[in-house]
């Protein structure tokens, strides 16, 4: 979850690179066994109220396509 908000740059419109940090991680589901070391993550914003952009996400297995976890995250965007 750390990772995602370090990389919350990618979900920024202006040119300036900007720093986030994890606030919330809730209903967070582990729904299937973790055996792959890569993953495939979809990321959808859902909310977005001055410095705090709520996420939800699911991951997948990148093997079969399985989906193994899902949940929601908020960032606080610095600056």
């Keep these: ?3 995602a ?12 690179a900007k720093i ?3 606030a919330i991680a809730k209903n967070i ?3 299937g066994k973790l055996e792959d070391r890569l993953y495939i993550l979809r990321l959808k914003k859902e909310a977005e ?4 952009k709520q996420f939800s996400f699911e991951a ?8 193994v976890a899902s949940g929601s995250f908020t960032l606080v965007i610095d600056g």
């Design 1 to 3: 979850m750390e990772a």
């Design 5 to 16: 908000a370090q990389s919350s740059s990618a979900f920024n419109i202006e040119d300036q």
């Design 29 to 31: 589901k582990l729904l």
């Design 20 to 22: 986030g940090f994890l």
């Design 49 to 52: 109220i001055n410095q705090y």
């Design 60 to 67: 997948y297995s990148q093997n079969n396509n399985t989906n």
